[in-house]
């Protein structure tokens, strides 16, 4: 499915009169389905007023990585650099926290409210650097959407 059309999804998602995490959940799974390289999709936020991020909603295999401290993994780097990271292959990186032994790539994008870092997107990929400028857009484009309702 084309970004185009996912968007307008995200849109029907973000408009519905679910929970937060029900919407949240719902954004990641519709991705997940979607994007063929989209293998694992979820969101951290900043855990209160610890140093961490916690896991909130994902779609995916289940993993054990729901609280990441602030500097490790590719999640922890961007709650601390406020950049998007796109990771080829995860292999060529030293401070990587691997989820799946299948996964082969990521990109994780900080979502932002008020100017603050209060999370991210994150999604893995079983594909080697399948992620493109298209994909970067497109999450930010996401992140400002979920920012209206978790800020």
């Not at 991705?31 to 991020?53: A, I, M, P, R, S």
């Not at 993993?63 to 990441?68: A, V």
């Not at 922890?76 to 406020?82: F, K, P, R």
Request: hydrophobic share 40%.
């Amino acid at each position: 499915m084309s970004f185009k059309k996912l968007k307008s999804q995200v849109e029907e998602i973000i408009g519905g009169g679910t929970s937060v995490e029900g919407r949240l959940t719902a954004i990641c799974e519709l991705l997940q389905e979607n994007v063929d390289y989209y293998d694992w999709v979820g969101f951290y936020f900043k855990n209160g007023n610890k140093e961490e991020l916690k896991l909130h909603s994902f779609a995916g295999e289940p993993t054990d990585h729901t609280i990441i401290p602030f500097g490790k993994g590719i999640c922890g780097q961007v709650a601390v650099s406020n950049e998007n990271f796109v990771v080829p292959d995860v292999k060529a990186q030293d401070n990587y926290i691997a989820c799946s032994i299948n996964v082969k790539a990521e990109i994780v994008v900080p979502l932002f409210v008020d100017g603050e870092n209060i999370g991210q997107i994150d999604i893995d990929s079983h594909t080697a650097d399948p992620f493109s400028k298209e994909d970067e857009e497109f999450l930010e484009w996401v992140n400002k959407k979920v920012a209206r309702i978790v800020g």
